[in-house]
């Protein structure tokens, strides 16, 4: 059965009112996969960028303090190579230390990709959440109609050992490229686990709902493998780390 609590439900709407940033790209080569569909680590990749470029044009307080918890894609169709996408985003939701950024991607004047990234803000130094801001906090909090959220994580919990439901592991060796200026797996490298599943599966596409949750930071020189178990309506895909160690957890839902 699905998670309890698990809200899958698409969050909240465009806002009416509040603060929306907009910005347009084409998908390039680099982006999608040898039939030309967009990659899920490549949309990550854009829900990224979208979100430093909202910051910087907002002129956030510590623009690049923060790192993500938990993403969700809401998948209606795949954009294709050289579409032309148009991406809005905005704060659907906050907490105390951290707050939910909503992103919309279109393809042809259509919805596509729906997104909800929960992202934490930290002290770089200590890593450690630090408490939003009164000026940020009522610059976001319109955008939001009084939407809470919380960090819980939700897609980890109740899961099967490693080794049950005829699990299968395999070794993720990890790359120089993937890693980031944090000095950590860049979370949209992450997805690239997803993607070779969809890969190895290709009669199972979108309508698709998928989350990627972060337990822990993968570092450089880690080794890494990935267990993949079928359930009861999902898949789960998990980053395991040497003593059994989950850093991260993928759900893939096929609607």
Not at 227 to 240: I, K, N, S
Request: hydrophobic content about 40%; overall charge neutral; some cysteine.
């Amino acid at each position: 059965m699905l998670t309890p609590g698990l809200n899958r439900a698409l969050p909240s709407p465009i806002p009416e009112t509040g603060r929306r940033f907009s910005t347009s790209r084409k998908v390039r080569l680099g982006d999608v996969t040898p039939k030309g569909r967009l990659r899920l680590d490549a949309t990550a990749r854009y829900l990224q960028d979208i979100a430093t470029d909202d910051s910087l044009d907002g002129n956030y307080s510590e623009p690049h303090s923060w790192v993500v918890r938990r993403t969700q894609m809401w998948v209606t169709s795949f954009p294709k190579y050289l579409d032309q996408i148009d991406l809005t985003t905005w704060c659907g939701a906050l907490g105390s230390h951290w707050a939910e950024r909503r992103t919309q991607i279109k393809s042809n004047g259509t919805v596509a990709i729906d997104c909800a990234a929960l992202w934490v803000r930290v002290d770089f130094k200590t890593m450690k959440p630090v408490a939003l801001s009164p000026e940020l906090t009522a610059m976001l909090l319109p955008a939001t109609n009084g939407r809470k959220v919380s960090p819980r994580l939700e897609i980890g919990r109740g899961l099967p050992d490693l080794v049950g439901n005829q699990a299968e592991s395999r070794d993720w060796p990890l790359r120089f490229s993937d890693m980031d200026a944090v000095g950590h797996l860049n979370n949209a490298a992450y997805w690239e686990a997803l993607e070779e599943f969809l890969g190895a599966n290709s009669g199972r596409r979108a309508p698709l709902m998928a989350t990627v949750e972060h337990h822990g930071a993968i570092d450089p020189g880690d080794k890494v493998r990935i267990v993949t178990q079928h359930l009861e309506g999902r898949v789960v895909l998990r980053h395991v780390l040497d003593g059994d160690v989950v850093a991260a957890v993928t759900e893939v839902i096929f609607l």
